[in-house]
Structures are given as structure tokens and as C-alpha cells.
């Protein structure tokens, strides 16, 4: 079946624009995850949706950042005037539900330059 | 605060040769602990895990030996291929820990070459 898709694979903006990054998990699949994944400093987590709602926004970095999730299924994070330091690829990953006995399966990523 | 510290930064192996990484945690709340391997252009893949009540796993190539007492755990790649050659990712996760279960704390990644 299909897995995590992102679009789009790479997106260059302009410091001080807004940007729209999406994420379509694998069907069914309830929880969803955002991560950033910044040169040389692995992945950082970002946000959780379970079904639409986000229990747990506790990695987002700034209030500029902000995420949706509709119908349980795509979800869109959206970064508001953006700075050098948001360059990045920003990952997706979906499971069947929440916990750690639910592999998380991840999107290829968007790839994030600001210049 | 980093909870997931992973070293090597880089690893060349040549082939045939047994790769090993390393990964050190501080929370004891972590009771999860896989291993992901990423190619260029793609994805983190889960590779394998492992949890607190067994000291090795083994499958295939791939095994994860883990340490409860000294939070350390490692990932040895017996026989390295050309094709293992990506970066790995440890990372840990907790089933109770508050409001985070589940959320992945990763370490900062290895780049592995094998060299044929």
C-alpha cells in the first residue's frame, strides 16, 4: 500500500514568508508526527495529532510555527515568517495509533532553505 | 538537554567487517529503544528494537546489544555491505512518560560508509 507522502520534496522561500508544508499519513492510521531534522543534529521532534486534535505541541519551536490536522488524515504545518534558521527538512511520520508498540512510518520530507 | 547521545559522527568499515555504534541515554523513564537507517533523499526506516527486559536482539546481520545499568546501547552490523552504507538513528521512547509516550527522542545520527 502507499506510505507517508510529503509535498512538496523541496521548497526555497524568502526570509519573512510564510511556507505550508503537507503530509498525507498512510489511511487509517490515527497518530501523526512532525519532526525537523536540522544538519548535523538528528531529528527533533515537533508535534503529535491524534485523530485531529494535538495533545502534544511541546517540540514546536516558536509560536510562528503551527500545525492542522482534517479528517483525521492530511496535515499541513505551516511556518510564518521564516527565518535562516527553520532551513531543514521537515519529516512526517504516521502510526496506527500512539505508544511505543506502534512502528512510526516516516515520509521522505520536505527539504526547507530559507534565503 | 541532550537525552540521546550517539557516536560515532562517521564510521567507515570496510566490507565483510563488523560496524558498531553507540548510543547513551539519561532518562529512566525510556522503555523503547529502535534503531532507524536513513538513505539519502529518504526517510528514517525502523531497523530494530529493543526493550529494557532483554539484554540482545538479534535479527539477521543486525544486532542491538543493551546495557540497562549503564544506559548504553549499541548496534553491531556483522558483515557490512556497500548497501548498508546510509545513516542510523538510535533513539528512545517511553510508553508512561507524561504526556510524550510514544514521541521518538532521536540521537544526532552516523554516517556509515563501507567501502568495497
Known amino acids: 500500500g502507499a506510505g507517508v507522502s510529503q509535498s512538496p520534496s523541496n521548497k526555497v522561500t524568502e526570509k519573512g514568508k510564510d511556507v505550508e508544508l503537507r503530509c498525507d499519513p498512510i489511511s487509517g492510521h490515527t497518530a501523526l508526527y512532525w519532526y525537523r531534522q536540522s544538519l548535523g543534529q538528528g531529528l527533533e521532534f515537533l508535534i503529535y495529532f491524534q485523530g485531529n486534535s494535538a495533545p502534544d505541541k511541546s517540540g514546536l519551536p516558536s509560536d510562528r510555527f503551527s500545525a492542522e490536522r482534517t479528517g483525521g488524515s492530511v496535515s499541513t504545518l505551516t511556518i510564518q515568517r521564516t527565518q535562516q534558521e527553520d532551513s531543514a527538512v521537515y519529516l512526517c511520520?504516521?502510526?496506527?495509533?500512539?505508544?511505543?508498540?506502534?512502528?512510526?512510518?516516516f515520509g521522505p520530507g520536505t527539504r526547507l532553505t530559507v534565503t | 538537554q541532550q537525552q540521546v547521545k550517539q557516536s560515532p559522527q562517521s564510521l567507515i568499515v570496510q566490507k565483510g567487517g563488523i560496524s558498531i555504534i553507540n548510543c547513551a541515554y539519561e532518562n529512566t523513564a525510556f522503555d523503547y529503544f529502535p534503531w532507524y537507517q536513513q538513505f539519502p533523499g529518504k526517510g528514517p526506516a525502523l531497523l530494530i528494537a529493543i526493550r529494557p527486559d532483554v539484554s540482545e536482539k538479534k535479527e539477521g546481520r543486525f544486532t542491538i546489544s543493551f546495557n540497562k545499568s549503564a544506559k548504553q546501547f549499541s548496534l553491531h552490523i556483522m558483515d557490512s555491505q556497500p548497501g548498508d552504507s546510509a545513516t542510523y538513528f538510535c533513539a528512545a521512547s517511553s510508553e508512561n512518560y507524561g504526556g510524550s509516550q510514544g514521541n521518538l527522542i532521536f540521537g544526532k545520527g552516523t554516517k556509515l560508509s563501507v567501502k568495497p
Open positions: 511520520a504516521s502510526s496506527s495509533q500512539r505508544g511505543i508498540s506502534y512502528e512510526q512510518y
